[in-house]
Each structure stands twice: as C-alpha cells, then as structure tokens.
C-alpha cells in the first residue's frame, strides 16, 4: 500500500510550491560588484607573472619595448631549452628539490612531534615552556644569524648541505600549527589508548598522526614553499657552485648575463612554476589544513 493510498489527503511534495524570498535589486548588485572587484584583485596579482611568462618566450630586444608589447612578434619556445644548456639550471633544481624535501620532512616530523607533546602529554611547566618556544618566532632570524653562522663553522658545516638542513630542520611555527589542531582531538581517544596499553608514541602514530592529514599537508606546502624560496640561507652558508639553490644560481646568471632578458624572464619562470604546481595539487588540503588548525583570520 502505497502512502497516497493510505493517506488519500495528503499533499505530495510536488504540488508544494518553492518558498523562496524574492533576491533584492541591491543584493544582485552587491554580488556582482564583490565578484568583479575579486577578478580584478586576482588579474592584479597575477598580471605580474602573466608579463613575465610571456616575456621568456619574446626575442631579446622586445622585453622592455616601449610602448609595452605583450604578445612577442616570434615565439621564441626554444629559450626552455637554452636555459638548461647555457646555465648550470640542472644542478640548480636538483640542490633546491633536495633541500626542500628534506626540510619540509624534517620540519613536519618534528613540529607535529613536539606539538603533540604540548597538547597531549602533561607534565610540568608544558605551558611555560610552550610559550617561550613560541616567543621565538618574533625574534627575527637577522638578530641571531651571526652567532649561528659562528657555530655551524665553528663544527664545520658552513658549505655543505647540512648547514641548510639543520638550519631549517626546527621551526616554532610548525609546533603552533600542529598544536592548533591538535588542541581540537578529544583528550577521550588519548585516554582510550593509554588504557589499551598503547605508548605515546603509539598513541602520536596511529591515532592522531593518521587524523592529522589536512593540517600535515599544510605545514607542508608552507615549508617547501619557504625552502624553495629561500635566498639569504643558501647566500650565507653556500660558497661552492655546485651547491647553489636555484634562487642564489639565478642570482649569478643574472650577474653574468645582465643583457640577455628574455633568458632572465626563462629563469624566473623555472623558479616559481615548480611552487606553483605543488600548490595547484594540493590547494583543497592546504586550506582544509588552515580551517582545522584553528589559524583563519
């Protein structure tokens, strides 16, 4: 029996009409205006890399035309190629992805470590202890370099790879951002496990690693995007050439190539097109990353 059959005088859902609001005038006017002043924020900060992209494919003498030519009169695809052959691009990249991956695990493994023993294991002086930690992020890296310069030569890493990797292994931020969210796990499932018999240990791996997903691929893209970006690190640490980052190799292809435009413009799109990529695949996490993290503003 069906439920029109049983209930003869009942309204079905189809013959109910939408009680919808009529939208106001100034509401669609207001909406439009938002989009449009969002499109042209974005056509504002993208216009910058659009200029330079399309420069690396202009002949040299069309760079800086004035009037300014955005569209080049010959495309000039082959300065890609040009880039690995007439610079040392390859061991460039290759230093800069190694840093990176190497930094952004080392940051990721030991900020969501540490924050989850600020935010799970209670033991004395945890709050004291976790907001002078977190004092040093307002110290800026210019004050103390000097005196960490000393001490990485003193013990013999200046130029080498370690200077970098240990340099950048520990960041207060991501012991912030990982305790952020780890703040928002019930205290219940830490206590579940400790009665199962799991250690902390246990408890940091199986539980709450595997539930801090968004948050990990956050402080992840963060820390590969300033270690990619990184300049004055690999300036002050790095003196062999075949250790350069991209960013410090640039740096000295402009110097010996000062005139070649179209070749610096190649270049510069090289160094943000990988950041760009990483950034693209994982912008859903990323974002998920920050709301969890309690850290929107």
Request: hydrophobic content about 50%; glycine content about 6%.
């Amino acid at each position: 029996m069906t439920a029109q059959t049983a209930y003869p005088n009942a309204v079905s859902s189809a013959d109910v009409p939408f009680n919808k609001k009529p939208t106001s005038l100034a509401k669609i006017i207001g909406t439009v205006i938002g989009y449009v002043a969002m499109i042209a924020c974005a056509l504002f900060v993208l216009l910058p890399f659009i200029w330079m992209t399309l420069a690396s494919f202009k002949p040299n003498n069309e760079v800086f035309m004035v009037p300014m030519k955005w569209l080049p009169s010959v495309w000039h695809w082959e300065n890609y190629v040009n880039i690995w052959s007439d610079s040392n691009m390859l061991t460039w990249v290759g230093n800069t992805i190694f840093f990176a991956i190497c930094v952004t695990f080392l940051q990721v493994f030991t900020g969501s470590f540490a924050a989850y023993g600020f935010s799970k294991v209670k033991f004395r002086g945890r709050n004291v202890l976790f907001l002078i930690y977190i004092a040093t992020m307002a110290v800026p890296w210019q004050a103390y370099m000097i005196p960490q310069f000393k001490i990485l030569s003193a013990i013999g890493l200046s130029d080498t790879r370690w200077s970098i990797i240990l340099l950048q292994a520990f960041g207060a931020f991501g012991v912030f951002m990982m305790k952020q969210f780890y703040d928002t796990i019930p205290e219940e499932l830490s206590e579940a496990a400790r009665l199962d018999g799991l250690s902390e240990f246990g408890i940091y791996r199986r539980i709450v690693l595997p539930l801090s997903g968004p948050s990990i691929a956050a402080l992840g893209i963060i820390t590969f995007t300033n270690t990619w970006n990184d300049y004055m690190g690999p300036l002050i640490y790095l003196r062999s050439p075949n250790l350069y980052t991209i960013q410090l190799g640039l740096k000295t292809f402009i110097s010996q190539n000062s005139a070649d435009y179209a070749m610096i413009m190649t270049g510069s799109v090289m160094s943000v097109l990988p950041i760009l990529v990483v950034f693209l695949i994982g912008q859903k996490q990323f974002i998920e990353g920050i709301a969890t993290s309690g850290m929107k503003g």
